[in-house]
């Protein structure tokens, strides 16, 4: 299908200058809109419809919403940055768009043509440009797409009424201490995921899977859970909300997809960007055995987690029932600091874009 023409119903009342500015001195993640907000429709029989760009509000929605009760939900997460000269481009937004029809397809959703969910995501930006922040630092802007079921009834099947939305929130770092070392519970009872099941799916189901082993993890100390395989309880998979990286010297490892884990974009792009600084990277098995005894026998250098909105977030402890351990020394590793050194560059439009990833507004 075409792209629908995206009609701008543009705020009466943004925020003003000095409002916007105080919050890009420190945005923190996720806890400022900017002034607008994408909403399209969609409706069996008639397809993807009535796309506009109007003031963030918020949605009246029926109790017997069938999201609410049974979350037929898919989301997204991609970053828009301000480049040298001023003018803005988002990362890999086409590899988001390809996610999100897996998603839908996998909930039984429709799926968003790949050039809708670009423009729409573009359309947003564009309006809301002065909410990306400045060149050089580590802001920018987050956008999070994401659909719903607006169909109002308790049947169980897929609805057939949806709206997807995006919005935009400016971001500084994820983690408050930056790119301080995080710690990690390796949780071996708890899964996140199963074979068959929604793992490589970005639905909020899968985060509502692993808030309570989050919540556990914290009582002991730890920011993030490493999750296992749901069937061995041995094989790593990934974090809550980030994909892992191990980095033997100079050759760096992450867990293979095997259908549970969420396949990062991120986690994509450092597989390339290490090949081209000189590393091997490979996908492949990780045990929990194979964690330890490495880390011990000092074979295994860093660990990394990494994600949109983490960016590259160094691992510093692990903790598992059996005991706890210190990655390297406990401070971000040289491999781990050279990559996101070089991802940032070219997010921020400082590195050249050898694999063309940066998409210009
Ligand atoms: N794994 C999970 C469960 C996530 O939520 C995310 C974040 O989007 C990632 C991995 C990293 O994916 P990406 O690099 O595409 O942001
Ligand atoms: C992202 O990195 O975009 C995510 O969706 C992860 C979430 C935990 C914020």
């Keep these: 299908m075409t792209t629908p023409t995206i009609e701008l119903k543009p705020s009466s009342n943004p925020l003003s200058d000095a409002e916007r500015e105080a ?25 993807w419809h009535d796309a506009q760009l109007v003031p963030y509000a918020p949605l009246s929605i029926d109790p017997a919403n069938m999201t609410l009760h049974y979350g037929q939900e898919i989301f997204e997460g991609l970053k828009a940055y301000r480049q040298p000269d001023g003018s803005v481009a988002t990362f ?3 590899a988001n768009a390809e996610r999100f029809r897996s998603s839908a397809h996998r909930l039984a959703m429709p799926e968003l043509p ?9 359309a947003l930006v564009r309006q809301d440009a002065a909410w990306v922040p400045e060149h050089g630092g580590e802001e920018s802007l987050y956008l999070r797409p994401f659909m719903i079921a607006t169909e109002v009834g308790l049947g169980v099947r897929p609805a057939n009424e949806y709206l997807f939305l995006v919005i ?12 301080k070392p995080v710690s990690i519970w390796l949780s071996e009872d708890r899964v996140r995921a199963v074979p068959g099941g929604m793992g490589d799916a970005k639905t909020g189901g899968n985060y509502a899977a692993s808030l309570l082993a989050q919540a556990e993890a914290a009582t002991k100390g730890c920011d993030q859970v490493a999750y296992l395989d ?48 000189g590393h091997e990277s490979e996908e492949s098995r990780v045990s929990i055995d194979q964690w330890r005894d490495d880390s ?27 005991g706890e351990w210190t990655q390297g020394d406990g401070t971000p590793g040289p491999v781990t600091l050279k990559l996101r050194e070089r991802l940032l560059d070219i997010q921020r439009g400082t590195a050249e874009d050898t694999h063309g990833w940066m998409h210009p507004l």
Excluded: Q
């Design 168 to 179: 935009a929130s400016p971001a500084g770092a994820y983690f408050p201490g930056g790119v």
């Design 230 to 277: 749901a069937v061995e309880h041995k094989w790593v998979e990934e974090l809550g909300g980030m994909n892992l990286y191990f980095v033997y010297g100079d050759r760096i490892v992450t867990p293979a997809l095997t259908g549970s884990l969420l396949a990062g974009i991120t986690r994509d792009s450092l597989l390339k960007l290490a090949r081209d600084l």
């Design 296 to 322: 011990a026998n000092g074979t295994l250098t860093e660990v990394f987690a990494c994600g949109t909105a983490a960016v590259i977030t160094p691992v510093g402890i692990v903790k598992s029932a059996g």
């Design 92 to 94: 890999r937004p086409e």
């Design 114 to 122: 790949v050039e809708t969910f670009v423009a729409a995501c573009d």
């Design 23 to 47: 919050i890009l001195v420190k945005p923190g993640f996720g806890r400022y809109f900017t002034d607008h907000m994408v909403t399209i429709k969609w409706t069996e029989g008639r397809g």
